[in-house]
């Protein structure tokens, strides 16, 4: 069994999301600044935990299989999803005068945030290995299909160059060779794993592929937290 299996069985799912509102609307130029300015806040956080998921696995490795050369390898990955990719956030953030460090963690990013650190910390590396896997692939099949959307555009369309920006970023070459390097890396895993780990790993796929969806959803409907204040007595008589 390989990679590509937890992606078939991911299929039905991914061909949602490649139609995701916030992404098709991204494309089109329709999309709302202030929806795209919400996820790229909320991506940064999202992307401060999957680099530190990414070192936690490159430590593991190291002190559980010895395997030097690839725990170099993740603590690379690592750094360039805290440096390269959050370069294409900062220079969002510096584009519209926002500061990210007013805003707060979101209910969605939270979730997923959360599961993937659990996974990491807690399972088979394996395990950890795949609950991380979507964030490529998805993020690369899905800008693809967003490249192909806009040339089938053409000059039609005008959008802002942030939307573009993240449209060549995750479409792009680099980013490519990034997904397909960290897609033989499961692949070798799995290859090695029992059924029971298969199944796990599987498991793991399919939920971060649903915690993605939620991702863009958590945007398209700029959520927010519950209100938890009371009100006062004065208001209730």
């Known amino acids: 069994m390989s990679a590509q299996s937890f992606w078939d069985a991911a299929a039905p799912l991914i061909s949602v999301t490649e139609k995701h509102p916030f992404l098709v609307s991204m494309?089109?130029?329709?999309?709302?600044?202030?929806?795209?300015?919400?996820?790229?806040?909320?991506?940064?956080y999202y992307l401060t935990d999957f680099a530190d998921c990414l070192r936690r696995l490159g430590?593991?490795?190291?002190?559980?299989?010895?395997?030097?050369?690839?725990?170099?390898?993740?603590?690379?990955?690592?750094?360039?999803?805290?440096?390269?990719?959050?370069?294409?956030?900062?220079?969002?953030?510096?584009?519209?005068?926002?500061?990210?460090?007013?805003?707060?963690?979101?209910?969605?990013?939270?979730?997923?945030?959360?599961?993937?650190?659990?996974?990491?910390?807690?399972?088979p590396i394996a395990e950890g290995l795949s609950v991380?896997?979507?964030?490529?692939?998805?993020?690369?099949?899905?800008?693809?299909?967003?490249l192909t959307l806009r040339d089938k555009l053409g000059d039609s369309v005008s959008r802002p160059p942030a939307f573009d920006a993240w449209i060549d970023m995750y479409s792009g070459d680099d980013f490519e060779n990034e997904v397909k390097e960290y897609i033989a890396i499961v692949d070798a895993k799995a290859k090695k794993a029992d059924s029971t780990t298969l199944k796990k790993m599987e498991e793991h796929f399919i939920m971060s592929c649903k915690l993605e969806h939620m991702f863009w959803d958590q945007a398209e409907n700029l959520m927010q937290w519950p209100s938890f204040t009371t009100p006062s007595d004065e208001e209730t008589k």
């Open 27 to 44: 494309v089109d130029g329709s999309l709302n600044l202030d929806k795209f300015q919400y996820y790229a806040i909320q991506d940064a």
């Open 59 to 123: 430590d593991r490795i190291l002190a559980e299989e010895g395997n030097i050369e690839l725990s170099k390898r993740l603590h690379q990955f690592s750094k360039t999803a805290e440096e390269d990719e959050k370069e294409l956030h900062r220079s969002f953030f510096k584009q519209w005068n926002i500061d990210d460090t007013d805003s707060q963690v979101m209910p969605n990013t939270l979730l997923y945030t959360s599961y993937m650190l659990r996974i990491v910390a807690t399972r």
């Open 132 to 146: 991380l896997l979507p964030c490529y692939w998805v993020y690369h099949y899905v800008g693809k299909c967003m």
